[in-house]
Nanobody, 125 residues
């Protein structure tokens, strides 16, 4: 069983930046595709960004391209989401997820084997 623990959420003004972190337990982190999802009040959870185990391939939802960057440090079992030029519509609970098959395609359609507990990001206007 893999445990994912997010951190780094908080309150920020529009135009500001935040960096989310997600630390994973276990020895096979480098083989997992990792993703970030978010769920705003009254809306369904949506895929935001994903990264393959090697870090050489990433995927983003169109609404965040150029503003959010996913990266990972396999030596630290950690995946990051650098968030810049934040907008009020980015307000949501952000979740980290892992796909043990290493497939970005599964994450893009909302399928994952492990989920974190979520961290709140609030962007004020």
């Amino acid at each position: 069983q893999v445990q994912l623990v997010e951190s780094g959420g908080g309150l920020v003004q529009a135009g500001g930046s935040l960096r989310l972190s997600c630390e994973a337990s276990g020895r096979t982190f480098s083989t997992y595709a990792m993703g970030w999802f978010r769920q705003a009040p009254g809306k369904e959870r949506e895929f935001v960004a994903g990264i393959r185990g090697s870090g050489n391939s990433t995927s983003y939802v169109d609404s965040v391209k150029g503003r959010l960057t996913i990266s990972r440090d396999n030596a630290k079992n950690t995946v990051y989401l650098q968030m810049s030029s934040l907008k009020p519509e980015d307000t949501a609970v952000y979740y980290c997820a892992a796909d043990r098959l290493g497939l970005l395609g599964r994450l893009r359609v909302g399928v994952a084997d492990y989920w974190g507990q979520g961290t709140q990001v609030t962007v004020s206007s």
